[in-house]
């Protein structure tokens, strides 16, 4: 199967991999967008689907409201004795395992320590174990760039001691030791982990013949002479043909964290990554490719589908199914940023068109639209006989940057992303659209690219009315 770097072009920071006989599973962060834990499959490391979503609400009232940059940090997934795991730490509220017998759910959630500042768990399933290795958050505890290994209860679901470190990057010259996975490969003990920062860093190889070393050190994986920047943080896996890779991210600024995949070449003993340890523009699997993909536009047929996440935990009340269709209903709120109830995804490409059609039946007070989130968010709303362009950033005021009346209560809004701008259109179908205002630069979120969505929110303290979405439907690459 021949591929070309990124393996996919969507915002799936902190990526972790496993292979279960001749499937592949991924995870990745998904922050305080909900549902989260995205579980993807494969069968062969470069067509994915999205078959669900681990964690269905996030375990805390904290986020019924929208929170910026907290919740779900870099997941690991593993497979042991018939169950699957993914852990991962909310780093105010502490450690939290998802279990399941079958990947696309459902799952069941457990906290297995209240801790703070606790960072990027992965467990380690042995004899003797099982064992977990994570590692910490400045912004929490003061203190990061430090690795601890703690023993686990038989079940996986409780830590058992207070841990011992195992790994201090000042001692290394390394900054920012975070993001550790744990393997134990031909009789040595395995921590991959990245250090040196998202934008700048790179991907190092800690060994050991006991768990709690003393670990040599290696730089498996760095930009080098790539246009590859920060090459690390994700998971090694064996193919199960003899080949083995390593799945991991690159920050590209408002577009997020795109997974990227590397050959592992262990002849030296080491896991060295990509060719000679600077990332390739792609290659050659050699496992036969299997078109598996994620939907791009959705008539809500089925419900609200797994590419779809709220920006806090789902509330009933906003939203009623149609069966074909979505009815989103104008509910308070302030700034778009602060709106549980704008419903977004993330990107598919570089350059795309989302079309998203609707009928409003708004009061004065209600309006209905489609919208780019990030620090810097950008909407185009129908309501109130007109058509806005609106932008937001930091607690407002929101601005309106352009209007144009329309009276029709049924629209289609068109956002166009292309080279990291978004612009806005407005007409009755596809084929009768016009501009509304200028081009304005994506801009990235809270540890997140920028991400589409559609909302109705009410500019009042009552409820306004609603809008029927018939579908939103996105071209990746158009013309």
Not at 330 to 351: E, K, T, V
Request: charged share 20%; with cysteine.
């Amino acid at each position: 199967m021949q591929y070309r770097n990124p393996i996919l072009y969507a915002d799936l920071s902190d990526p972790d991999v496993i292979r279960v006989g001749e499937d592949f599973y991924m995870t990745a962060s998904s922050f305080t967008y909900v549902p989260g834990l995205p579980v993807l499959h494969s069968r062969d490391l470069v067509h994915w689907e999205l078959i669900g979503n681990a964690a269905a609400r996030l375990p805390d009232d904290r986020y019924d409201r929208p929170a910026h940059g907290c919740g779900i940090w870099a997941p690991s997934i593993r497979y042991h004795q018939g169950l699957f795991y993914i852990y991962a730490c909310m780093p105010d509220e502490g450690l939290y395992a998802w279990t399941a017998e079958d990947p696309s759910g459902p799952w069941s959630c457990q906290l297995v320590k209240k801790v703070t500042g606790w960072i990027d768990p992965c467990p380690l399933f042995e004899e003797g174990g099982p064992w977990l290795i994570h590692g910490f958050a400045a912004s929490r505890v003061g203190i990061n760039n430090i690795l601890y290994i703690h023993r686990l209860s038989e079940d996986g679901l409780s830590v058992l001691d207070k841990g011992r470190r195992v790994y201090d990057g000042a001692e290394h010259g390394d900054v920012t030791v975070e993001g550790p996975k744990i393997y134990r490969r031909e009789g040595m003990y395995w921590i991959l982990c990245p250090a040196g920062g998202v934008r700048t860093g790179y991907q190092l190889a800690l060994r050991s013949k006991d768990l709690f070393g003393p670990y040599e050190r290696r730089i498996v994986l760095s930009q080098g002479s790539s246009p590859v920047n920060g090459p690390h943080q994700g998971g090694w896996i064996d193919d199960g043909k003899g080949n083995d890779w390593f799945i991991h991210f690159q920050d590209v600024g408002a577009y997020g964290r795109i997974p990227h995949l590397q050959p592992v070449d262990w002849s030296d003993s080491w896991p060295v990554m990509g060719n000679r340890g600077i990332p390739v523009p792609g290659g050659d699997t050699g496992l036969p490719g299997v078109p598996l993909s994620i939907p791009l536009s959705d008539r809500f047929e089925s419900g609200i589908g797994p590419v779809w996440q709220w920006q806090a935990n789902p509330d009933s009340a906003w939203y009623t199914l149609l069966n074909p269709g979505l009815r989103l209903h104008a509910l308070p709120a302030g700034l778009l940023y602060d709106a549980g109830q704008f419903l977004s995804r993330l990107m598919p490409s570089r350059n795309f068109c989302l079309d998203a059609a609707f009928t409003a039946a708004l009061d004065d007070d209600g309006f209905a639209g489609a919208g780019m989130m990030g620090s810097t968010w950008y909407y185009a709303a129908f309501g109130n006989g007109a058509v806005r362009l609106v932008s937001g950033t930091g607690s407002g005021p929101e601005q309106e940057l352009s209007s144009a009346p329309y009276e029709k209560a049924e629209l289609t809004l068109r956002m166009q992303v292309s080279d990291g701008f978004v612009s806005f259109l407005f007409g009755s179908g596809p084929d009768d659209l016009r501009p509304l205002g200028n081009a304005f630069p994506l801009s990235a979120g809270g540890w997140t690219g920028a991400r589409p969505g559609i909302f109705c929110i009410s500019k009042n303290l009552r409820p306004a009315g609603y809008a029927d979405f018939r579908s939103v439907r996105i071209i990746r690459d158009p013309e």
